[in-house]
């Protein structure tokens, strides 16, 4: 069964500059997750999705974060404009209806110059 | 302060050595608990689950203290393949999880 798989792998931009992130859970998971590790810390979740809907987009930054999951299956993160401070990784997860574990994608790592 | 807490590490122990990581949190309402690891660079993953009856998954056992809002992993006999960050993890009453900020662990031959 193929994991879940997120592009690109690294990326590094100038701050100003916009980023996109993009992720495909694992096929039949209906909830997506978007979370975002610093150095030293544990991920924090940045919003979840179940299906298309977003239920949860308390902690994502609205001023210049967005996100979207039109079908219900893939998803994409993005950030206009990105700041110094947005340097980290950038984690998608899925899982499937009713059970807590969640599947990691390898992240994206996002360096702001 | 941070809804849950571990010690950062790292923790240098020999191989075969028995060591124990412990994490509190501060939410009464926490529902369920797991720990993940995480090795350098690349995503976490579920490890195992953690009930107030504890549980044991060969070397590793996790047990949780309700009354104390503590949890703890014990890891008998290390592997070097046991290096690795992990991360203590508890959900309310929805699947958000909420990470420590994982405790490192390296053991040496």
């Not at chain 1, 991920?43 to 949860?56: G, H, K, T």
């Not at chain 1, 110094?84 to 790592?109: K, N």
Request: glycine share 8%; net charge neutral; hydrophobic share 30%.
């Amino acid at each position: 069964e193929a994991g879940v798989v997120q592009s690109p792998r690294y990326k590094i931009i100038e701050k100003k500059q916009p980023v996109a992130f993009w992720c495909n859970p694992i096929s039949g998971h209906n909830t997506l997750y978007w979370y975002r590790q610093n150095l030293g810390q544990g991920p924090e979740l940045l919003i979840r999705y179940e299906n298309e809907e977003a239920v949860d987009d308390s902690q994502l930054p609205k001023d210049r974060f967005s996100a979207e999951r039109l079908k219900g299956v893939d998803s994409t993160l993005k950030i206009q404009p990105a700041e110094l401070g947005d340097s980290a990784v950038y984690l998608c997860a899925s899982s499937g209806s009713g059970r807590y574990e969640q599947f990691f994608g390898p992240g994206t790592r996002l360096t702001v110059l | 302060r941070k809804e849950v807490e571990q010690d950062p590490g790292p923790f240098n122990v020999p191989e075969g050595a028995t060591v124990a990581f412990n994490c509190t949190y501060s939410n009464s309402a926490s529902q369920s608990f797991f720990w993940y690891r995480q090795d350098c660079r690349k995503e976490p993953k579920l490890l195992m689950s953690v009930y107030s009856s504890g549980n044991e998954d060969g070397r590793f056992t996790a047990q949780l203290n309700r009354a104390s809002q503590y949890i703890s992993l014990l890891i008998r006999d290390s592997k070097l393949s046991d290096s690795a960050t992990y991360l203590c993890v508890v959900t309310h009453n929805t699947d958000k999880l909420i990470f420590g900020t994982g405790t490192r662990l390296q053991v040496f031959p």
